[in-house]
């Protein structure tokens, strides 16, 4: 079984790091500044729907999650952020003839990440910046959870048990109409419970384009931005007991059409991201779509 919120849960954090009032990518991380003392809060909401199965088992799997970020700018050019997932996962299946289906919610593992711009340009109409990051994830979900059918797969588990690392570096610019994001991001999983997820890489690219108003006056109380959103993910084989599975990882591209409604103070967003191309491994479940919809408030 393929599908995982560790891969929809991390890019979470990293849409909040930016407090000005502009639009940032939904599906993966900014390298526009968070000013010095200023805290950021974003609350997502996030579902994931996985339906088609190429196995006979007619696997079907859901994931409803409340995804709650904290940022905290300690200089002009390092941030620290935190990100805390609750999550209700439910999975149905035909197994020997039989319908079963398995659930669990809870708090997820806690994310810590930090962030340091390495360069910047600032022009009289546009602005551009580089930035590294580095994170963890922690194993503060549980991972040992169980039902009558015995004890639940990794990927219904809240957490995973195991220590996670992942870092990389995003390119931002931004002008008064447009703005543009490209990211790489490498995630190197711990092992729990005789289980390791596969490692992940991903390659982003996003534009976002201000829609309204067409031109800049005084009085105007917000800005409306659609953008448009590219992920091309790449995720190794789980390893359980040692061994690879065979029915895990592969190469996912998707494209995310999003809308924010930006102001001072206060971020609307939305956008639903879709494979448009799935080569995954075996009979590794394939994704349908994940929406994804929220704010941010800069305190």
């Given at each position: 079984m393929n599908p995982s919120f560790r891969g929809i849960v991390a890019p979470a954090i990293l849409g909040v790091w930016t407090s000005a009032a502009i639009a940032a990518p939904l599906t993966f991380n900014t390298a526009l500044p968070v000013s010095t003392d200023e805290w950021i809060v974003r609350e997502q909401f996030i579902y994931m729907k996985s339906t088609d199965d190429p196995s006979p088992m007619k696997r079907r799997m859901e994931v409803s999650a409340l995804v709650t970020t904290l940022?905290?700018?300690?200089?002009?050019?390092?941030?620290?952020?935190?990100?805390?997932?609750?999550?209700?996962?439910?999975?149905?299946?035909?197994?020997?003839?039989?319908?079963?289906?398995?659930?669990?919610?809870?708090?997820?593992?806690?994310?810590?990440?930090?962030?340091?711009?390495?360069?910047?340009?600032?022009?009289r109409r546009y602005t551009f910046r580089i930035a590294p990051f580095l994170g963890v994830k922690t194993p503060t979900g549980s991972d040992g959870a169980s039902d009558s059918l015995g004890r639940l797969p990794p990927p219904l588990?809240?957490?995973?048990?195991?220590?996670?690392?992942?870092?990389?570096?995003?390119?931002?610019?931004?002008?008064?109409?447009?703005g543009g994001d490209i990211q790489f991001a490498h995630r190197a999983?711990?092992?729990?419970?005789?289980?390791?997820?596969?490692?992940?890489?991903?390659?982003?690219?996003?534009?976002?384009?201000?829609?309204?108003?067409?031109?800049?006056?005084?009085?105007?109380?917000?800005?409306?931005?659609?953008?448009?959103e590219a992920n091309l993910v790449h995720v190794g084989k789980n390893r359980m007991r040692g061994e690879d599975d065979p029915n895990s990882g592969g190469t996912t591209l998707y494209l995310t059409p999003t809308v924010q409604y930006v102001?001072?103070?206060?971020?609307?967003e939305a956008g639903i991201q879709i494979p448009v191309s799935q080569r995954l491994n075996g009979t590794a479940l394939e994704n349908d779509y994940i929406l994804t919809t929220g704010f941010r408030l800069n305190l």
């Open positions: 940022g905290y700018g300690v200089t002009r050019d390092f941030a620290v952020f935190g990100m805390l997932p609750y999550a209700d996962k439910r999975l149905s299946m035909n197994a020997g003839g039989r319908d079963a289906s398995r659930s669990r919610a809870g708090p997820g593992d806690l994310i810590l990440m930090g962030r340091y711009t390495a360069h910047e340009e600032n022009g588990q809240p957490g995973s048990g195991s220590w996670d690392w992942q870092g990389g570096a995003v390119a931002s610019w931004q002008t008064l109409e447009w999983n711990g092992e729990a419970n005789r289980f390791r997820a596969g490692a992940t890489s991903r390659l982003d690219l996003s534009v976002q384009r201000r829609l309204w108003p067409r031109t800049l006056g005084e009085g105007v109380p917000g800005f409306l931005y659609g953008g448009l102001t001072r103070k206060w971020v609307l």
